[in-house]
């Protein structure tokens, strides 16, 4: 057996190390665990072991220098090195060191089970030293691909100038930017099959999508570095002037490999929108933005194309000139009722009305299906708070539409898809007397409500009501309501047209000062607080 030294400042890492690992089975045993770098060095030095699986960061001796003591005292002994941090200056210094494995938290096990047979094979094997180094370098650029795209893809969804210098990102992930020309482009995947949503894209296939289109453009001259996100591919293009003169035509090349490669099945229609140009990688978020408002004009130019958004106009709106705060209350009890007729007629009037038609963008139309996707979340959870997140779902179904008609059917399927559960389950879930009495708070809770109008209602008892009540829900009519009081407040407390005043008189609460303290006990915190916190 070849003993393992288990090295984290992190118990429950160390045995979650422990536990994940079948170490009989790959000849392996673990001969001691430590919880800083000193304690590892001194057990290193009594037990001798075969392989130190020690984390970057720890107290008293970093996991480095816990190498390099080891490597000192001359103990033949092989590194794996586990770090929650993915800095590139580590890995470096590790691989002067010929440490065999670099791996970033959370650690998987199937990865790090590899691993550990490699290493063993190569211990076994008396293997050399330069394989093992050639072995390490692959791992790296791996990981440095990894570091890349978790960069691009925290920084990109910032919508806001990079935190670091371009010196310093191109120092710390081996990017290659240059002082010119930058611009976003944004290659949407749709799928030709309706039921299928982007989410459950293939990963494998979007990945290699991703590596054929950064192929591309580097082929054409252009530096590219390209990221997967649901539904799309984003590149970060940084070329010369002369180079941006033609990016169009090469977006067209990189288009057509796409359209050709046969491993996609013929399953997908792609269109890609560029960005605005712009001289410095600060402004980015600005070109995306643009490049992914380009994409949204295929409901309207069509798929397989490409799109410059130098060439659209980004007409400016408010979602509240077409969705009221009137037209969403409608909806929104329109969605808790199920009342399937009249919310396609409230859907169609939205999207087929003569200004919209006259004057919509295809952002609008987008904006405004994406409104109706949040609205109709908030409802469901009024209804069923442990549902699963719907809103979601739509709204990666919205992402995938190709024309107006998708958009129309996807909010009328997905609501239609809802009501139709929803009503299952409740007549399956309470008796009639007490769906009853929940549809009627659901509509009426701004008014005064006692249990004795509702046994008015359904023709009970009010004291074998409230049993009855109390046992099918698992909570008194008095807390139910409440409830019910507070989740409308949450969402109207969104809206900075009303005071806490205005939010607690118009749940069906006259006292603000008890209205306060039922929220904070309920929620946590006060209503001013939530407002803050969620603005």
Same mark, same amino acid.
């Given at each position: 057996?070849?003993?393992?030294?288990i090295? /984290?400042?992190? #118990?429950?890492?160390?045995?979650?190390?422990?536990?994940?690992?079948?170490?009989? %089975?790959?000849?392996?045993?673990?001969?001691?665990?430590?919880?800083?770098?000193?304690?590892?060095?001194e057990?290193?030095?009594?037990?001798?072991?075969?392989?130190?699986?020690?984390?970057?960061?720890?107290?008293?001796?970093?996991?480095?220098?816990?190498?390099e003591?080891? =490597?000192?005292?001359r103990?033949?002994?092989?590194?794996?090195?586990?770090s !929650?941090?993915?800095?590139?200056?580590?890995a470096?210094?590790?691989?002067?060191?010929?440490?065999?494995?670099?791996?970033?938290?959370?650690? $998987?096990? %199937?990865? *790090?089970t590899?691993?550990?047979?490699?290493?063993?094979n190569?211990? &076994?094997?008396?293997?050399?030293?330069?394989?093992?180094i050639?072995?390490?370098?692959?791992?790296?650029?791996?990981?440095?691909?990894?570091? =890349?795209?978790?960069?691009?893809?925290?920084? *990109?969804?910032?919508?806001?100038?990079?935190?670091?210098?371009?010196?310093?990102?191109?120092?710390?992930? &081996?990017?290659?930017?240059?002082?010119?020309?930058?611009?976003?482009?944004?290659?949407?995947?749709?799928?030709?099959?309706?039921?299928?949503?982007?989410?459950?894209?293939?990963?494998?296939?979007?990945?290699?999508?991703?590596?054929?289109?950064?192929?591309?453009?580097?082929?054409?001259?252009?530096?590219?570095?390209?990221?997967?996100?649901?539904?799309?591919?984003?590149?970060?293009?940084n070329?010369?002037?002369?180079? %941006?003169? $033609?990016?169009?035509?090469?977006?067209?090349?990189?288009?057509?490999?796409?359209?050709?490669?046969?491993?996609?099945?013929? &399953?997908?229609?792609? #269109?890609?929108?560029?960005?605005?140009?712009?001289?410095?990688?600060?402004?980015?978020?600005h070109?995306?933005?643009?490049?992914?408002?380009?994409?949204?004009? =295929?409901?309207?130019?069509?798929?397989?194309?490409?799109i410059?958004?130098?060439?659209?106009?980004?007409?400016?709106?408010?979602?509240?000139?077409?969705?009221?705060?009137? /037209?969403?209350?409608?909806?929104?009890?329109?969605i808790?009722?199920?009342d399937?007729?009249?919310?396609?007629?409230?859907?169609?009037?939205?999207?087929?009305?003569?200004?919209?038609?006259?004057? @919509?963008?295809?952002?609008?139309?987008?904006?405004?299906?994406?409104?109706?996707?949040?609205?109709? !979340?908030? @409802?469901?959870?009024?209804?069923?708070?442990?549902?699963?997140?719907?809103?979601?779902?739509?709204?990666? %179904?919205l992402?995938?539409?190709?024309?107006?008609?998708d958009?129309?059917? #996807?909010?009328?399927?997905?609501?239609?898809?809802? @009501?139709?559960?929803?009503?299952?389950?409740?007549?399956?879930?309470?008796?009639?007397?007490?769906?009853?009495?929940?549809?009627?708070?659901?509509?009426?809770?701004?008014?005064?409500?006692?249990?004795?109008?509702?046994?008015e209602?359904?023709?009970?008892?009010?004291?074998?009501?409230?049993?009855?009540?109390?046992?099918?829900?698992?909570? #008194?009519?008095?807390?139910?309501?409440?409830?019910?009081?507070?989740?409308?407040?949450?969402?109207?407390?969104? $809206?900075?047209?009303?005071?806490?005043? $205005?939010?607690?008189?118009?749940?069906?609460?006259?006292?603000?000062?008890?209205?306060?303290?039922?929220?904070?006990?309920?929620?946590?915190?006060?209503?001013?607080?939530? =407002?803050?916190?969620?603005?």
């Open positions: 057996m070849l003993k393992v030294l090295a /984290d400042d992190e #118990t429950l890492v160390c045995e979650l190390i422990k536990m994940s690992i079948d170490w009989g %089975a790959l000849g392996l045993e673990v001969s001691g665990t430590a919880y800083n770098g000193l304690e590892a060095l057990m290193a030095l009594k037990i001798k072991p075969d392989i130190v699986i020690t984390d970057v960061r720890m107290a008293g001796l970093d996991g480095l220098s816990l190498i003591g080891i =490597r000192n005292a103990l033949d002994c092989r590194f794996i090195i586990i !929650g941090y993915p800095d590139f200056s580590y470096q210094k590790a691989l002067k060191l010929s440490v065999f494995e670099y791996i970033l938290k959370p650690i $998987d096990e %199937a990865t *790090l590899e691993a550990l047979i490699r290493l063993r190569k211990i &076994q094997l008396d293997g050399e030293a330069s394989s093992q050639s072995a390490y370098k692959s791992q790296l650029d791996h990981n440095l691909e990894l570091m =890349r795209s978790r960069f691009l893809t925290e920084q *990109l969804s910032l919508s806001r100038p990079f935190d670091m210098p371009l010196k310093e990102i191109n120092e710390t992930y &081996q990017f290659q930017f240059q002082y010119a020309v930058y611009a976003a482009m944004v290659v949407k995947v749709d799928s030709i099959f309706e039921e299928s949503q982007p989410s459950d894209m293939d990963t494998l296939l979007l990945r290699k999508m991703c590596a054929a289109t950064q192929q591309r453009m580097n082929k054409g001259g252009v530096l590219s570095y390209s990221i997967v996100k649901p539904g799309r591919l984003i590149s970060i293009v070329c010369t002037m002369e180079q %941006a003169a $033609d990016l169009y035509n090469l977006s067209q090349a990189v288009l057509y490999e796409l359209q050709n490669r046969d491993e996609w099945f013929n &399953q997908y229609t792609f #269109t890609i929108g560029l960005g605005t140009m712009t001289d410095s990688l600060d402004k980015i978020h070109s995306l933005a643009a490049a992914d408002t380009a994409v949204k004009y =295929r409901i309207v130019n069509g798929v397989n194309r490409v410059n958004s130098a060439s659209l106009s980004f007409p400016h709106y408010s979602i509240r000139d077409y969705i009221t705060v009137d /037209d969403e209350k409608t909806f929104f009890h329109l808790q009722n199920c399937m007729i009249e919310l396609k007629n409230w859907i169609l009037s939205l999207f087929q009305s003569p200004h919209i038609i006259k004057y @919509a963008s295809p952002p609008l139309l987008f904006d405004l299906a994406e409104k109706c996707a949040d609205i109709f !979340g908030e @409802a469901v959870k009024t209804l069923d708070p442990d549902s699963m997140p719907r809103s979601e779902i739509l709204r990666q %179904a992402d995938n539409c190709r024309s107006l008609e958009i129309l059917r #996807t909010l009328l399927e997905h609501i239609q898809s809802f @009501a139709q559960d929803y009503y299952t389950s409740r007549t399956e879930t309470y008796s009639k007397p007490i769906q009853m009495m929940k549809d009627y708070v659901l509509l009426h809770y701004r008014e005064p409500i006692k249990l004795n109008d509702m046994a209602l359904v023709h009970f008892h009010p004291n074998y009501l409230s049993e009855l009540f109390r046992k099918e829900t698992g909570m #008194t009519f008095s807390d139910y309501l409440t409830d019910c009081r507070l989740d409308a407040a949450k969402r109207l407390l969104l $809206d900075l047209q009303y005071n806490v005043y $205005d939010v607690a008189e118009l749940v069906g609460i006259k006292d603000t000062k008890y209205f306060s303290r039922i929220f904070k006990k309920a929620v946590g915190v006060t209503p001013s607080e939530y =407002r803050k916190l969620h603005m």
